[in-house]
């Protein structure tokens, strides 16, 4: 297939540049009213149980408490933002211990070629996670399988679990209805990036609650 089928604005002559530009400005405008008004739904819906989870995450790290976060492929890099976030938040903050887990690329893909990739993060959880840590998992659609089964290990073992989904919640939303995630926050969209920027939102949000209600470090 030549990039011609796909990217038929790139040849010569078959567009208008100008009406391209206007094209990209609107359809830029719009993406970012439409985050907005996402950013908003979720505030409106969730703003207590926002202060609530960061409450008792800032007790979990009171006591000494390790965050693990976790997600696969946009969420895993989001994961990742969310431990170098608590490990190095800048001056004037209070550094967190915590560890991405697809971080370990050697654990994650022995475990994915030895065991299943449903257990990649569930098995690091049952052997490094304890009662007083947390248990952070993100999912876009909410049906993860790898990620609901870390939090459910998570969740036997005595962890604070937290869990961010999109749409309407997919199976996280099932689990959490029957007490097996502490804090789930859904982010009511069915687009995929702006999910993702919501979530971004909503992780930066929790974790400045924590510091405000940890006090400087």
Not at 5 to 17: E, H, K, M
Request: aromatic share 6%; proline share 4%.
């Amino acid at each position: 297939m030549s990039t011609d089928s796909l990217y038929p604005f790139l040849r010569a002559g078959t567009v208008d540049p100008e009406s391209l530009l206007a094209d990209v400005a609107r359809s830029t405008r719009e993406k970012i009213a439409e985050i907005g008004r996402l950013r908003a739904d979720v505030v409106e819906a969730e703003a207590g149980e926002l202060v609530a989870c960061a409450t008792a995450m800032a007790g979990r790290f009171a006591r000494g408490g390790r965050l693990f976060a976790f997600g696969n492929g946009g969420s895993s890099t989001d994961a990742a933002a969310v431990a170098a976030l608590c490990v190095d938040p800048g001056p004037g903050w209070r550094p967190l211990p915590a560890v991405a887990l697809a971080a370990d690329v050697a654990t994650l893909t022995a475990l994915a070629n030895d065991v299943g990739f449903e257990t990649v993060f569930a098995r690091p959880l049952a052997a490094a996670g304890r009662e007083g840590d947390i248990a952070f998992g993100l999912s876009t659609s909410g049906g993860s399988a790898n990620v609901l089964r870390g939090l459910a290990v998570a969740h036997e073992r005595g962890l604070l679990t937290v869990a961010l989904a999109g749409y309407s919640g997919g199976a996280m939303a099932e689990a959490a209805a029957r007490g097996g995630i502490d804090h789930l926050f859904v982010m009511p969209s069915a687009s995929v990036h702006r999910i993702q920027e919501a979530q971004t939102t909503t992780y930066h949000v929790l974790w400045e609650l924590v510091q405000r209600a940890l006090g400087p470090g």
